[in-house]
């Protein structure tokens, strides 16, 4: 973390004036506030003044902030967070994310939790199918879970959710769709491996009704995620990954409207024409298929710094 304003521009003025409008908010700080919170927040104030400095907003645009402001927490609900999506679409999510989560190199890499990950979803054998819709592209996971040096792990747990073929979560069509649609629990076998059956996932939008959506049109970006499947990866001793895979021929992968793309998680899909196969699995020919192992980090690896 940075330091306070250097003393060159502090004033000993304690009216306002400003030329050192941030320094005379910063001084008025209580000596006997928690020294993180301190520090956060003459940050925030420096910065702040700083871009308030640089736009010279007219009283109307900075009213006009304020309304965007207030009309997000009014958009917040027990199943709505409006400020989460605002931090996603502006990069924040992703940035703090990938300060907490510097992998060494060779480990999945983390990327954006989402508003849809559900605790406790229904716990499957490998080789079960998550689809209960019937509805999408057929398609079969399959993989391992290793450490960095490529030793198995057996009974990691993998916890997956996606969208269904209309591009919307089983929790956001309560009543439309079958309950636990297309999410579930998979623990690898003995040798570390996972296989289940679900639907090749498609691109959907970020919920784009309030008022992040519409800063959005007005900055002229699209809501859409590029296609994926979520996983959360945990075995003990080992650092959890809030992870996707990503379909390498979706066309919204270089402009993901929340910045969660990481090459490193962009996975081969492979469309697989053979009617044996496909009965063995009970798909219709041609079906998709994709490999993906996942590699975890010991808990014990201290984070690297980045230069
Ligand atoms: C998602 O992938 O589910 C998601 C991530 C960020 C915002 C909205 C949805
Ligand atoms: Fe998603």
Redesign the pocket.
Known sequence: MQQAASSVSQSSSPYFDEAHSADVVNARMGQNADARLRQVMEILVRHLHAAVKEIEPTHEEWFAAIRFLTETGQMCTDWRQEY??LS?ILGV?MLVDSINHRRPSGATPNT?????YVANAPEYENGANICLDGKGESLVVAGRVTNIEGTPIPNAKLEVWQ?NNDGF?DVQQKGIQPDSNLRGVFNSDAEGRYWFKSVKPRHYP??SDGPVGKLLGAIGRHPN?AA?L?FIVTAPGYDPVIT?IFTPDCPYLPED??F?VKRELIAEFNQIDDSDAARELGFAAPFWSVNWDFTLASSANPTPAIA
């Open positions: 989460i999506l996603d999510s954006i939790l989402g508003p849809f969208t979560y970020i919920p995620r994926h979520h996707h409207a929340v969660g």
